[in-house]
C-alpha cells in the first residue's frame, strides 16, 4: 500500500498545487510526478521487479560456486544501476516538489 501510496501522493500534490502556480513553476509540478513515475515506479515494475524474480527462482543451495557467480554477475550490475537510477530520479523528484512548496 505504501508504494502505490506514494503515486496517489505525488500525482495528489500536483493537482493541488496546479491551480496556485503559473509559467516555470507549473511546468516543474508537471515533470515532478512524471519522473516520479516514468523514472522510479515503471523502472521498478519491468526491471527490477523483474530481476529480483528471477533471483528468488534460483536454487542457491542446490547449484554449484561457478552458477552463483554467473548468476550475480547477471543480476548485480543492472540491478545496482537500476537502483541509482531509481535513487537519484526519486531524490529529484522529492527536492522538486521541496522547492515548489516553498513557493506556494
Known sequence: MVWIGSIVAVVAAAGLGFAQLQ???RLLLILAPLLYIL???IS???INVPLNNQLQTLQ????GETALKSARL???PQ???WNVNRAL???LTSALLMVLLCQL
Open 44 to 46: 521498478t515494475f519491468t
Open 74 to 76: 547477471h543480476f548485480e
Open 60 to 63: 542457491v543451495d542446490a547449484i
Open 39 to 41: 523514472g522510479v515506479q
Open 79 to 81: 540491478w545496482n544501476q
Open 89 to 91: 530520479l526519486a531524490s
Open 23 to 25: 509559467g516555470t513553476p
